[in-house]
């Protein structure tokens, strides 16, 4: 009888191991099915974030290649029209002879009259009708002083645009330049 119950013990001990290395092979088997889906989710967040990377980069309409670019033409164009160009450089203040500074003081620029419409944003994206991606000044020596030449080259409704500033006494007012040189190289550069 005690050998009986002995076989029965190891009978059953056997069969519990096989249970236990089943659910071994079961919980392998999920584990590795879930180490695939997290590998397979992660690839996909990777991808999701290149995409996303990639896609911010494109949505950008302005960038230091084409700012470059713009600042070589300008030193070319500048001396065809007998003017020579400083431009705000993204950090230290454009003082224009006026007494204004910019970019602070697009705040106060109108544009064809009307305020708030313009404003700093380099990347050509921002809050405003008019962003402003780059300006560049030319302050006269003839009389009547003082007299300057502003040109803000901006972005409207994600087309550029080229808007110019000649006033020299009471609220700084810009329009769109008439410049069509000026408009039509800011354009090439901007669809680069």
Request: proline share 5%.
């Amino acid at each position: 009888m005690k050998k009986l119950i002995g076989v029965l013990a190891v009978a059953g001990l056997s069969v519990a191991l096989a249970g236990c290395g089943n659910q071994n092979t079961q919980s392998s088997s999920n584990t590795t099915k879930t180490n695939s889906e997290a590998s397979s989710n992660q690839n996909t967040t990777t991808n999701n974030t290149s995409s996303s990377s990639e896609s911010h980069h494109d949505s950008s309409l302005w960038n230091n290649q084409k700012n470059e670019q713009l600042a070589s033409f300008m030193q070319k164009w500048g001396p065809t029209m007998h003017q020579s160009y400083e431009q705000y450089d993204g950090q230290n203040e454009l003082k224009v002879s006026t007494g204004i500074t910019y970019p602070d003081g697009l705040s106060k620029e109108l544009v064809e009259g009307q305020s708030g419409l313009i404003g700093w944003a380099p990347s050509g994206k921002g809050d405003y009708e008019y962003n402003v991606v780059a300006i560049y000044n030319h302050d006269g020596t003839e009389p009547p002083l003082p007299n300057r030449i502003t040109y803000f080259f901006a972005f409207h409704n994600g087309k550029p645009v080229v808007l110019v500033d000649q006033s020299n006494n009471g609220d700084p007012d810009c329009h769109p330049t008439t410049n069509t040189d000026l408009e039509s190289n800011f354009e090439r550069i901007a669809n680069q």
